[in-house]
């Protein structure tokens, strides 16, 4: 029982290791000929355990920025998503709880309406119009 609590602590820390590693490098950086002082100092593979654990926080950080980023933009009440590329989805997200509103009629005078109740003020027939007035 001990020798496999003793190999999970060995695997929490080796992959706890270059995380923490990673993110010291980092702050490293700011300091470049200190840090090269010091990596200089370190054998090949902790250099290397650090560097790994380095892009780790770097890819961590870096998806969470992207989810910070609003994806959704307000306009008249409803909200109409971002795409990657630029631009917006041609599609009316409900001003509520941003799910997809729909018609429900082919008919171009018919308002988007949400399945939570919410009916927008854009009519089908605007949908085009206002995707154009959007930042």
Not at 45 to 60: E, R, T
Not at 93 to 110: D, E, I, L, R
Request: charge should be positive.
């Amino acid at each position: 029982m001990n020798t496999l609590l003793d190999k999970a602590k060995d695997k929490l820390l080796d992959w706890l290791l270059p995380l923490i590693g990673g993110a010291l490098l980092g702050l490293l950086v700011l300091f470049t000929d200190y840090a090269i002082t010091v990596l200089e100092k370190f054998p090949p593979k902790a250099v290397l355990m650090l560097l790994s654990g380095q892009m780790i926080v770097i890819f961590l950080l870096g998806t969470w920025l992207i989810r910070l980023r609003p994806r959704f933009v307000e306009h008249k009440g409803a909200f109409f998503k971002k795409k990657r590329g630029g631009g917006y989805h041609e599609a009316v997200y409900c001003g509520v709880c941003k799910k997809p509103a729909s018609t429900g009629s082919y008919h171009v005078a018919s308002h988007y309406k949400c399945s939570c109740g919410w009916q927008s003020e854009i009519t089908k027939g605007e949908l085009e119009y206002e995707l154009t007035k959007l930042p």
